[in-house]
């Protein structure tokens, strides 16, 4: 039987979101390996390693404790990529796979160009005998490829490719990590691939309960992340479905989710209906998993996923229209507050956040923005809308109108950032909630209502203020799924 390896040196390729967090709290939890994260990024290199562990490039409850302990014991953060991967064991991939914007699978698929930019690295430099993990959200037989590169371009060394997807929830990632409800790990079907992922086993079981880790073929691994996505995705179009129905019949979209949440079968999770999911996640392995059924010549299983992500947009475009209709038909030249810019509380990701794409729909007809976001800079806000009109082309919407593309001095006209919340609603026409952050709720709405134009219009993407007490104040609030 292959020996299982004692693993005493990691390297993570990739400081993002995943790499990161992921990589200080193995470390955390394996006093004994030396973890060190590698990115070509020197300024996110620099941000992980400032003194401030406060000004990490990755906003998460509980992640600078983490880094405080470990980093300079165990945890190293460098742009030395080739000693990294020639010191280490155990190499873990967590770059970026965003969707690809050019070519066959153009909106779809998955760009695999910065797996297979590290797997030619790791090749290149490797002199001994590696394991390499995929951590990356990755198309079903991606581990096909990697091994394909390694093998054939390497120094005649030997490569165990294992799949061990993330399924971590920002904002709670820290805890996800501590005490995750499964790990995955997908490896070979042979003696060698048996050892590989014991020895990842073996990693984890430093804090994790071995029945806690699933062990599976390297396949189901990689489409157990997709699937997990869109199943998860699929709960919040379905709940969001119905609180358009909710609407228009005075139904409360709140009772139905707790009604039905009840039910065992069906749970209580991911039922909260809001202006519409984002994140690097969902969209993209939806659409990949889209990508993939129609591949492989079904037309009807890719439809069927397909429209999780119609009804996205169709939430999206459909709360930006009720502002742009409750303002009289129009908002050129109207101050619309907004509040919240990242996709969800406790994070300061912004990829694919609903709040970018209300934006982009009121900056249409010329709405004048104001954004107050607690964690998300001025520059991310402004490069997310410039990112949105530079791809326009690759939008995946079929229910809101094509758009005409700003310039980035006219987005800069008609766009502020604010420090201050009071400040972004003051004089505002009307203001709008698009993140769930605690702090919205205990806000002085007294003081607003004194501050902003009346008639006082509230619209809340959340869900999270008081309605009476809002209304109470002389606010007209328009929640998700609720009648007036």
Known sequence: MTKVKTITNICCIGAGYVGGPTMAVIAQKCPHIKVTVVDLNEQRIADWNDTDVNKLPIYEPGLADVVAEARGRNLFFSTDVDQAITEAQMIFISVNTPTKTYGVGKGMAADLKYIELCARQIARVSKDDKIIVEKSTLP???????????????????????????????????????????????????????????????????????????????????LSKLTANAF?????????????????????VDEISRAIGADSRIGSKFLKSSVGFGGSCFQKDILNLVYLCRHFNLPEVADYWEQVIKMNDYQKHRFAKNIIDSLFNTVSGKKIAFLGWAFKKDTNDTRESAAIYVADELLQDRAEIHIYDPKVTEEQIFADLKYLQTNRMNSHSCNSPKFAELSSDEIRSLVTVHNDPYQAMAAAHATAILTEWDEFKNYDWQKVYKEVLKPAFVFDG???????????????????????
């Open 140 to 222: 079903v037989r991606t581990a096909e490829a990697l091994s394909t590169i390694l093998n054939s371009t390497g120094n005649g060394v030997n490569f165990d490719i294992l799949s061990s997807p993330e399924f971590l929830a920002e904002g709670t990632a820290i805890s996800d990590l501590h005490q995750p409800d499964r790990i995955l790990i997908g490896g070979e079907e042979t003696e060698k691939g048996q050892a590989a992922m014991e020895t990842l086993v073996a990693v984890y079981e430093n804090w994790v309960p071995r029945e806690n880790i699933i062990t599976t073929r390297v396949w189901s691994s990689e």
């Open 232 to 252: 998860l995705a699929q709960r919040v179009s379905s709940i969001n479905a119905i609180s358009a129905l909710c609407e228009k019949t005075g139904a409360d």
């Open 462 to 484: 959340r869900n999270i203020v008081d309605k009476k007490q809002l209304s109470e104040a002389g606010f007209e609030v328009y929640n998700i799924g609720k009648g007036k």
